[in-house]
């Protein structure tokens, strides 16, 4: 990954092939904004003309590169748009500044090295740079053939370095913020990877796997349950929906554990590493991107990864529950009848709602350890996406003040979520006459009927919410900001501060 680094040194006479500059969109056209005070004196102060006369305006999104002036040790200057100009006594928003961080380090694809001048007021504003720096750095090219051809390789090497000017390498917030932006980005990054990883390759086995590595490098305890123990241990969701596939499905758990620890906190993901539908199969058009449906799952690991790095004082539990959806002559038909592991019957009656199949078991495995909290996160329905578009999550609670405190902790990372409703009305939809529940219900509000679902599989008493991140967990339109085609990390940055939180004791 990109090597996040912080200097004392001048934008003037820092070494590097790029200086990036923020520029924000004032009342009477673009305003360079501070940080970047010694390269517009390069400029002779006219460095926000030049970039009117480029046509730049300041707004989010924009990047305008300029060669340098004499005056600056380096060759090009990049410009990047923070979007409206903050009124007065206030400084720029941190994901303005993580959004440009990240377009500049997007930008920057091919370049080794690059110091960053943008507003530094604060810690908090030195961590969203890094972050923004290390996600926008991100790229997938673990599958691409560069047939020997090296410049073609370095021309899409991702940026080596991000110096971030105006810091204070010996300030220990400073240096706390940025190893913080390092731990986490490079967790995000490692969710984008599974995300991205085709299903070829990342099965519920191979997934278990990466678990595997990853808990002996991080000193975190693993369990794997395999087929055998699941169809022993009577997991008939899990199960249920992975005898199709030749892969067989996995639960994992990943626990970190901290001895000052006064809450524990259960993460469970959804995992399907690809859902064709099963026998109730999708039609094309609608499968081409089910590799990311193993995003949930992803992101726990991720998050519980990123709490041991950060060290929390917080136990955290993650629970991967890994099935490929797949039709056969041994997958689970529409109408069949699964015993979950609750003990309760579930009617199929369409393979396609496997997420929630797969989640309830987890979840009521997850129930038996008796948590502080737990927190779903799944790609579960289609419907969340219809409702909230491609960027923002749902979160569904069985408690109010979980929801928004969660909605709350997504806002202050940077992440777009909004609270949804489990309307206790639309539970009857479910009603099956053969088996307690079925695992469809109404289509009209079919992503609180999914969360309506997951809430009968919740143990007793326990607070839990869930995440639905079908929108956002995999971008297909152009990069924008930090986020980049293909598989996003989304909830990752969530997740970890809700682990903050509740190691501070802010949360209940
Ligand atoms: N994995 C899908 C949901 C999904 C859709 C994720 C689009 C990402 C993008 C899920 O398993 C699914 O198929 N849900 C069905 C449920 C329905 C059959 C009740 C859906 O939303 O259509
Ligand atoms: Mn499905
Ligand atoms: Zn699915």
Redo the contacts with the bound molecule.
């Keep these: 990954m990109t090597a996040l680094t912080l200097s004392t040194s001048s934008a003037a006479t820092l070494r590097a092939d790029a200086i990036v500059v923020g520029v924000a969109k004032g009342p009477k056209g673009p305003v360079v904004a501070p940080g970047a005070e010694a390269v517009d004196a390069a400029f002779d102060g006219k460095l926000a003309s030049v970039l009117q006369t480029l046509g730049a305006s300041g707004g989010e999104g924009e990047a305008t590169k300029l060669p340098s002036p004499a005056g600056l040790k380096a060759p090009v200057v990049l410009a990047v748009g923070l979007g409206d100009l903050p009124s007065d006594g206030e400084g720029f928003g941190e994901e303005a500044l993580r959004r440009a961080a990240g377009t500049a380090a997007r930008t920057l694809t091919g370049t080794k090295k690059a110091a960053f001048a943008l507003p530094v007021p604060d810690a908090e504003s030195l961590a969203a740079i890094g972050e923004g720096a290390l996600l926008g750095a991100y790229s997938f090219t673990a599958y691409r053939g560069t047939d020997g051809k090296k410049g073609e390789a370095d021309k899409n090497a991702p940026l080596a370095e991000a110096a971030i000017l105006g810091a204070k390498p010996r300030d220990k917030a400073h240096k706390a913020a940025a190893e913080r932006a390092a731990a986490v980005a490079g967790e995000v990054n490692r969710a984008r990877d599974l995300v991205n990883t085709p299903s070829n390759d990342l099965f519920p086995k191979s997934f278990a796997a990466q678990a595997q590595a990853a808990a002996k490098e991080h000193g975190l305890k693993v369990e794997v349950l395999d087929e055998k123990a699941l169809l022993k241990g009577g997991y008939g969701g899990i199960m249920g929906v992975g005898q199709g596939s030749a892969n067989a499905p996995r639960l994992v758990r990943i626990g970190y554990t901290h001895p000052k620890a006064e809450k524990t906190l259960a993460l469970v993901g ?1 995992g ?1 590493t690809y ?1 064709s ?1 099963g026998i ?1 199969l ?1 039609p094309a058009g ?1 499968n081409e ?2 590799k ?2 193993m995003s949930g799952a992803a992101a726990v690991f991720a998050a519980v990864v990123a709490v041991a790095k950060l060290g929390l004082a917080v136990n955290v539990t993650g629970w991967l529950a890994l099935a490929e ?1 797949m039709p056969s002559g041994t997958a689970t038909r529409p109408g069949d009848v699964l015993k979950m592991y609750s003990g309760k019957t579930v009617e199929v009656l ?1 393979t ?4 929630r199949l797969v989640l309830a078991d987890a979840l009521t495995r997850a129930s038996e350890e008796n948590p502080d909290a737990i927190v779903d996160v799944a ?7 219809l409702a909230l578009g491609n960027r923002t999550f749902g979160v569904m609670a069985n408690d109010d003040a979980f929801r928004a405190a969660l909605h709350e902790i997504a806002e202050e990372v940077g992440e777009q979520a909004w609270p949804m409703p489990l309307p206790a009305e639309l539970r009857k939809s479910m009603d099956s006459p053969v088996a307690d529940l079925a ?2 219900g109404e ?1 009209m509000g ?2 609180l ?2 969360g309506l679902f997951l809430k009968e599989f919740v143990g007793e008493g326990i607070t839990w919410a869930h995440l639905d991140i ?2 956002p ?2 971008h297909e339109s152009a990069p924008y900001g930090y986020t980049p085609k293909g598989g996003t990390g989304s909830a990752v940055r969530t997740l970890v501060r809700l682990a903050e939180r509740t190691a501070d004791g802010d949360l209940g």
Excluded at 352 to 355: I, S, V
């Design positions: 959804k399907i859902d539908g109730s999708k609608h991107t089910m990311c449906d959806n369409n396609d709602a496997e997420g790609t579960l329905t289609g419907a969340m996406v695992n469809m289509r079919g992503g009927v999914a079908a929108g967990a995999f």
